[in-house]
């Protein structure tokens, strides 16, 4: 396994690879196809030997089948990976239908979890998003007793506003936060990071593309049957003005020899030594743009130019990452 930059999950938590493999993308979510098992298994071994040790899945992640790819991913190298499980969000045939944050049912998600799994105890166990329908006190005691019974290491969270951040912390040590960050998605700087960075908890941030807005490939209109027309980001007159934008990213892009995923990814990496770029992946062949993203630096200019053109509120219609 070779080295990478770690970074400390809470005052007092694990040391962990500065970037992350999320492996949804790995299991069916929403009714599609499942990607190639094989490949994706080759790609968390690979992505393990590379030195990025941080797995992030959800129980519901294809009805389980995620947790169950990654148990026999690693079933010979538990030691080298960091498992961090979603939990609590409630599909069916494809449909969210909501969330189960009742204590007794954690208690039995986290069985099914360490089963699928193949392993004894978890890494990082959260709520994938909590909705007032359970004291935050209970949903974070309850995991705090699984703590104590060994069966979870660390706790994180999940898509949560800057007082359920508190609430979490002030029941038990939170180590991670979860939550969407990029260039195009910054409202969580206002209230949210600050929050993060004072209670000393560091932030595992996915969508650093932004649903693909970054990459620079997009054209508009979107085909009829992408699923990012049912966010107003993504239509009409919306996603010519954010194509405009990103044009900006595209020159920053080639001028630095690189691509705008690359760009994207690594201005998340720079906005704090407590923030891990979590990147979804199902091939190898992502992973050296990947990893290279990581050894990207920014002059105080380009970081002017990528801040200004991208300041909050510059990309207009919402997405999914936008909730009351």
Same mark, same amino acid.
């Given at each position: 396994m070779k080295n990478m930059e770690k970074i400390q999950?809470?005052? !007092?938590?694990?040391?962990?690879?500065?970037?992350?493999?999320?492996?949804?993308?790995?299991?069916?979510?929403?009714?599609?196809?499942?990607?190639?098992?094989?490949?994706?298994?080759a790609t968390i071994n690979q992505a393990l030997d590379e030195g990025i040790n941080f797995l992030n899945t959800g129980d519901f992640y294809g009805a389980g089948h995620n947790e169950m790819l990654i148990g026999r991913?690693? &079933?010979?190298?538990?030691?080298?990976?960091?498992?961090?499980? &979603?939990?609590?969000?409630i599909f069916h045939n494809g449909h969210w239908l909501g969330l189960?944050?009742?204590?007794?049912?954690? &208690? !039995?998600?986290?069985?099914?979890?360490?089963?699928?799994?193949?392993?004894?105890?978890?890494? =990082?166990?959260?709520?994938?998003?909590m909705d007032g329908s359970v004291p935050v006190e209970d949903i974070i005691g309850t995991v705090a007793d699984l703590v104590k019974e060994g069966k979870v290491r660390y706790i994180g969270v999940s898509e949560i506003t800057a007082d359920q951040l508190r609430q979490a912390n002030s029941v038990h040590p939170i180590s991670a936060l979860e939550i969407g960050y990029s260039l195009a998605d910054r409202q969580i700087e206002k209230d949210l990071l600050p929050a993060a960075k004072e209670l000393g908890i560091g932030v595992v941030a996915f969508a650093n593309t932004a649903e693909g807005l970054l990459t620079?490939?997009? &054209?508009?209109?979107?085909?009829?049957?992408?699923?990012?027309n049912a966010f107003t980001r993504f239509k009409g007159e919306n996603l010519i003005h954010n194509l405009e934008k990103v044009e900006v990213l595209k020159q920053l892009a080639g001028d630095k020899n690189c691509t705008p995923t690359q760009l994207a990814i690594a201005w998340v990496k720079e906005q704090?030594?407590?923030?891990?770029?979590?990147?979804?992946?199902?091939?190898?062949?992502? =992973?050296?743009?990947?990893?290279? /993203?990581?050894?990207?630096?920014?002059?105080?200019?380009?970081?002017?130019?990528?801040?200004?053109?991208? /300041?909050?509120?510059a990309i207009t219609g919402d997405t999914y990452l936008q909730r009351s």
């Open positions: 999950l809470g005052h !007092n938590g694990p040391y962990v690879s500065r970037l992350g493999l999320g492996c949804m993308r790995m299991s069916s979510i929403w009714g599609g196809s499942t990607p190639d098992e094989t490949e994706s298994i991913a690693i &079933k010979n190298r538990r030691d080298d990976a960091f498992i961090s499980v &979603k939990f609590g969000a189960d944050l009742r204590p007794l049912s954690i &208690k !039995n998600f986290i069985n099914y979890s360490l089963t699928r799994l193949g392993v004894e105890t978890i890494d =990082l166990y959260q709520p994938s998003r620079g490939d997009l &054209k508009a209109p979107l085909p009829e049957n992408d699923y990012r704090g030594e407590h923030i891990m770029p979590l990147v979804s992946m199902s091939r190898r062949t992502r =992973l050296p743009e990947n990893l290279a /993203a990581m050894d990207i630096t920014f002059t105080p200019d380009e970081i002017n130019t990528l801040n200004t053109t991208f /300041a909050p509120g």
